[in-house]
């Protein structure tokens, strides 16, 4: 896969807008998460581009016509807990038929690993578009680590979306998950120490859930 094709930035106006809203830091935690679960709508239509189609024969009020639907088995949604979970809501506005999976992991503050704490899938993931998704890819070390999990599981077919990525995760996926597309809305800027994207947003399920 060349890098045009491992990683899709969705520069549409209504997300860079809509992104820039969010990451400043007087957002409330209300806009915060209105505002992801707006763009999440944007991104999905971009990360379902390549969903296969087939057609079907269907009798409008004028003819019969065959007209095209999804093809084959549910997307399966799978949200990395718990930041996840702002971008979940959104796509299955949009595809209300998939079926939903939680990978539970948070990041330990000193070390940047992931820790592992709940994981729950949907059957035949083999035989489905897997779509996980996280608004923050920083490290890679927590996105690396759920893609391991959904493989062993079965997954073949794997996209991941986010939010914001940095280089050093992107970088990371590629080695880890070659053949793992990421679509985000924007490639931003570097780490910091503690392993903040900068200049980001800060931590994203703190500022959506209004914790600290
Ligand atoms: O690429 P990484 O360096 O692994 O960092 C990204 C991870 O950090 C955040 O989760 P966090 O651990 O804060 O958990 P939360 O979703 O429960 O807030 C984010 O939602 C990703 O899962
Ligand atoms: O900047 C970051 C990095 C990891 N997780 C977040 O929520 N924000
Ligand atoms: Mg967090």
């Given at each position: 896969m060349s890098d045009t094709e491992h990683l899709t930035i969705v520069k549409h106006p209504l997300v860079q807008h809509k992104l820039t809203l969010m990451r400043e830091q007087e957002a409330s935690t209300a806009k915060f998460?209105?505002?992801?679960?707006?763009?999440?709508?944007?991104?999905?239509?971009?990360?379902?581009r390549n969903m296969e189609?087939?057609?079907k024969t269907i009798q409008t009020p004028?003819?019969?016509?065959?007209?095209?639907?999804?093809?084959?088995?549910?997307?399966?949604?799978i949200s990395i807990l718990r930041a996840g979970n702002g971008l979940l809501d959104g796509i299955l506005e949009l595809v209300p038929?998939?079926?939903v999976g939680f990978v539970g992991l948070y990041?330990?503050?000193?070390?940047?690993?992931?820790?592992?704490?709940?994981?729950k899938v949907p059957?035949?993931?083999?035989?489905?578009l897997v779509i996980a998704v996280d608004p923050m890819l920083a490290t890679g070390n927590s996105s690396v680590a759920a893609i391991?999990?959904?493989k062993q599981a079965g997954a073949t077919n794997i996209r991941f979306l986010c939010l914001l990525a940095a280089p050093e995760?992107?970088?990371?996926?590629?080695?880890?998950?070659?053949?793992?597309?990421?679509?985000?809305?924007?490639?931003?800027?570097?780490?910091n120490e503690q392993g903040y994207i900068v200049p980001g947003l800060g931590d994203a399920g703190d500022r959506m859930f209004g914790t600290k």
């Open positions: 998460r209105q505002l992801l679960r707006e763009i999440s709508q944007l991104l999905a239509y971009e990360v379902t189609m087939t057609s004028l003819m019969e016509m065959e007209a095209p639907v999804l093809d084959g088995k549910k997307l399966a949604l038929a998939a079926r990041r330990d503050e000193e070390t940047l690993q992931p820790v592992q704490y709940y994981f059957d035949n993931l083999g035989d489905r391991d999990l959904l995760g992107v970088a990371r996926m590629k080695e880890a998950h070659p053949d793992v597309p990421i679509i985000t809305a924007s490639l931003d800027s570097h780490l």
